[in-house]
């Protein structure tokens, strides 16, 4: 009877204790404010099943679609929002503090902040770890007329995106992922 | 002239009654058409076996003529959903890299002129 108890106890924690955990997707807002105003905007909202999908529509043969749906193995949602304005100052740092808030939760860590004076490009990408893998990544790149949120869901593997080079443009950042500073550079 | 050829035309055409061969093959072909399930015009009648097995049949054909239909209808779209996905992710791999690449460029320029950028990686 008491085993019993506690097992439905735990099991109604359960939930409680998942909601806890942190989660590598970010809420990103609507912008549809910004959208009206930017002269480009792309909206990319994939799930795992989409992602799933577009992994069947890969060609095997053609190198780049074997090395994206090598990508896409461990991914479990791509989540993107950009914007692009024709003049500077087209949208306000709190639009995007809204999502920075978010990455101050515990779980992520900031990989890479970038600071460009000359052209004013912004650059802060994060990752969250768990067990010494990748589980997110969250890029926030804010330029004077152009501002972009990436949010990847699933286990990354930058190696891979490596792979990419030359085909999407993808740098090689030599970024040692699995060993990323245990606290907040926030 | 004419009254001659009317009487062999009447001469010709005169009732006549059939042979006894004849009438019994009549009779005989009539009595086998009565044991036949076929009517006496020939056409043939189904059975409400027959005719309930060909209903079915052709309820079937039409239900996999529809399903056939409805996949490919499915299909298509699945396809079309497939390939705006594939195009997303393409789109979503572009942009990633464009960002992660303008980050590469303001790392690199800090050997160059770190008084500009300012890059913590």
């Known amino acids: ?186 | 002239m004419s009254e001659e050829l009317e009487s062999r035309l009447r001469a010709a055409f005169r009732p006549v009654a059939p042979s006894d061969e004849f009438t019994q093959n009549l009779i005989a072909r009539v009595a086998a058409d009565q044991r036949s399930p076929s009517n006496a015009r020939g056409v043939r009648e189904r059975s409400p076996k027959a005719s309930a097995w060909c209903l079915s049949a052709s309820m079937a054909a039409s239900l996999l003529v529809a399903a056939g239909i409805q996949q490919h209808v499915q299909e298509r779209r699945e396809r079309e959903r497939g390939l705006e996905a594939r195009r997303e992710v393409i789109e979503a791999l572009r942009v990633t890299s464009q960002k992660l690449n303008l980050a590469y460029e303001v790392i690199k320029s800090q050997s160059s002129s770190p008084a500009d950028d300012e890059p913590g990686v």
């Open chain 1, 1 to 186: 009877m008491r085993n019993c108890s506690l097992r439905i106890f735990f099991a109604l924690l359960a939930p409680v204790f998942v909601w806890a955990a942190p989660s590598p997707r970010l809420v990103l807002p609507e912008f549809s404010a910004l959208a009206q105003k930017a002269t480009e905007s792309v909206t990319i909202t994939l799930d795992a099943a989409l992602l799933a999908m577009a992994g069947r529509f890969m060609n095997g043969n053609d190198p780049q679609d074997a090395a994206t749906r090598e990508i896409l193995k461990g991914l479990q949602g791509i989540y993107i929002r950009s914007y692009t304005f024709d003049k500077d100052a087209a949208y306000q740092q709190a639009d995007i503090d809204a999502v920075r808030n978010q990455l101050s939760a515990p779980g992520w860590n900031r990989l890479v902040e970038t600071r460009s004076r000359k052209s004013q490009a912004n650059v802060d990408i994060y990752i969250m770890v768990a067990n010494n893998q990748a589980t997110g990544l969250a890029l926030i790149a804010s330029e004077p007329r152009q501002f972009t949120i990436v949010n990847i869901v699933g286990s990354i593997d930058l190696d891979k995106l490596h792979k990419l080079e030359g085909q999407f443009g993808v740098p090689k950042l030599d970024i040692d992922v699995k060993a990323p500073a245990p606290n907040n550079k926030k």
